[in-house]
């Protein structure tokens, strides 16, 4: 009986702190939404005005230039192909120099993480905008801007996987006087090839993504001539684009996770 009114009384004590934090949440996204002088209700109101110049002007799809666009396609897979393993490849090392369990140099450490924040923190797509001006319209700039960005993202989650990796699976290889390379192929790399996968396919499925958005910038791939439809107002042309890009991001996303599964 004691227990059951401790219980309640806990819950009840509970209850108007759950109530204040409720409210500030709520009292920020209203104050947001305010700020920004967005009206929920116009945009409901406007919705059906644009269904009507969606189904006017995009539908139906005009896939009679589709043997063209094809080659775009395929370079868009590339740039995410090329960009994830090229960043994969050389952000395990700058993994190693992040992590304390790989690099005992506190100040060296520092050091790679500043870098990699610094990369990590700016956008892809100002990456790609500051590339047209060096490298000009092209494939060029696509694949420098997606393997800076993803380099970025995947070294501190490489880091952060190999530090959770416990040091006492890797104290027996060093008490019995193995070297930093046996420690390296021998105890942290079979431990870290599950996260590696995880977060590589990852990164993978993402770029499919940003290779498109980088072609709006100049950076090639399909991206470049869906921003040139809708600029010319071929909107059904473009519509069949974005067709084959969303079934293209819909397979990719299939045949990763089937690839993940056969790699666990």
Known sequence: MERSDRSAYHAT??????????LA??????FSFAYLNVNILDII????????????NFIPASFTNIGTYLPLLVDT?????????????????????????TNPFHWLRLVVRAFISF???????????????????????????????????????YADSIDEIGSTKLEALRASGASYLQILF???????IP???????????????????????????????????IRLFKYHEAFS???LLVLMVLITEFLVNQLRKYLM
Request: charged share 5%.
């Open 13 to 22: 004590s509970r209850s108007p702190l759950l109530f204040a934090k409720t």
């Open 25 to 30: 949440v709520l009292g920020v996204i209203g």
């Open 45 to 56: 109101l406007s919705f059906p005005d644009f269904v009507t110049f969606f189904a006017a």
């Open 77 to 101: 897979i590339l740039f995410a192909v090329i960009g994830t393993y090229c960043s994969a490849f050389l952000a395990f090392f700058f993994g190693l120099l992040m992590s304390e369990q």
């Open 119 to 157: 990369l990590r923190n700016i956008p892809i797509l100002v990456w790609a905008s500051l590339l047209v001006y060096i490298f000009g319209i092209g494939n060029m700039v696509g694949l420098f801007a997606l393997v800076i960005a993803t380099l970025g993202f995947l070294a501190r989650s």
């Open 186 to 192: 021998h105890g942290l790399i079979p431990e870290f």
């Open 195 to 229: 996260s590696w996968i995880n977060w590589t396919l990852f990164s993978f499925e993402i770029n499919i993504r940003a290779s498109s958005i980088l072609g709006m910038v100049g950076a090639g791939g399909i991206g470049i001539m869906i921003q040139t439809n």
């Open 241 to 243: 684009l974005i067709i």
